[in-house]
């Protein structure tokens, strides 16, 4: 039985959380994804992304990662901003990383959107989801109508632009479903035209191997030396093919105070990064994304990009 009512209660539930949007689907088998996703690995596209390469049928059926699977609920929430490192000839840190590690934030929110379901719609089983299990966040983000897939292979939301967190339920409810909205890229190359290392190889296909976002952050080996000065000061994450979407000239600015950053970081030069120890990571990172990359890690970028 599909429930009508609950949707709405859904969607009104999670903007009170703080969420820009939420969308809803079935949770059909992902079958227009399938050939994409084994190309992609059989390319090596994914580089050394080796847990891109497992649970490839549990990534695309949604009963097969969770048992009972009805719907999936996806969320979307903001973190555009317009501030900025001061030093513009210091290393740069993608604007996603700026605050707290968007995994707990998103993951809280949504255990409370759950228990909301739980509490107050019906008594139901569900997880949740943050870029933490084989779930293609983007491909059901497209499904329950929050977006499309851009040229650069990130989710764009007609009204929040591309710098959005995606996080899904998955839950045993039947629920109704919104429909898709169209691709609205057009004849747009600005994203494939940006990349500074050529990393989009044709339109929504990554080649992870040329990505700064992920040579910077998943990539544990020596860096490329013919990408060198093709880095821009990146040492974690690249917003450049977003930068330049059109879609993000009006995106709104979020006020979500966890995804704030510190007055320390933005105020860091150029030599207190090259001076910085793993002390003063440790406390200027504190609960941020960038620990993914840990101490060692973050140096090493640091060092590439400052080398002459």
């Not at 983007?138 to 897939?149: D, P, Q, S």
């Not at 990408?227 to 977003?242: A, M, P, T, V, Y």
Request: charged share 25%.
């Amino acid at each position: 039985m599909v429930h009508g009512k609950y949707s709405g209660l859904i969607k009104a539930e999670a903007r009170r959380l703080g969420f820009d949007n939420c969308g809803i689907s079935g949770a059909e088998y992902l079958s227009g994804h399938a050939s994409h996703l084994k190309i992609w690995l059989e390319k090596g596209l994914h580089g050394e992304m080796d847990y891109m390469a497992g649970h490839f049928e549990e990534r695309l059926d949604p009963e097969k990662l969770v048992r009972n699977t009805r719907s999936v609920i996806t969320v979307i929430a903001g973190y555009n901003t317009n501030l900025k490192q001061e030093d513009s000839s210091a290393p740069v840190i993608s604007r996603y990383a700026f605050g707290r590690d968007y995994h707990k934030v998103i993951r809280k929110k949504l255990k409370q959107l759950l228990d909301y379901i739980q509490r107050e719609i019906q008594q139901a089983s569900g997880r949740v989801f943050v870029d933490s299990a084989p779930v293609l966040e983007r491909a059901w983000a497209v499904k329950a109508g929050l977006g499309w897939i851009g040229k650069n292979s990130n989710l764009i939301s007609p009204e929040s632009g591309s710098f959005v967190f995606i996080g899904t339920v998955f839950i045993d409810l039947e629920l109704e479903a919104d429909s898709p909205v169209r691709d609205m890229c057009g004849s747009c190359t600005k994203c494939i035209d940006a990349c500074p290392t050529q990393a989009i190889i044709r339109p929504k296909v990554i080649n992870s191997n040329r990505c700064i976002s992920y040579l910077t952050i998943e990539y544990k080996g020596q860096l490329p030396e013919n990408l060198r000065e093709k880095f821009h000061n990146r040492i974690f994450g690249c917003d450049i093919c977003q930068e330049v979407c059109p879609w993000n000239r009006k995106a709104p600015l979020h006020r979500t105070e966890d995804f704030m950053p510190s007055k320390e970081l933005l105020e860091m030069k150029r030599s207190d990064w090259i001076t910085l120890d793993e002390k003063k990571f440790n406390r200027l990172f504190e609960g941020s994304a960038v620990k993914r990359a840990g101490f060692e890690g973050l140096k090493r970028n640091i060092r590439f990009v400052l080398s002459s």
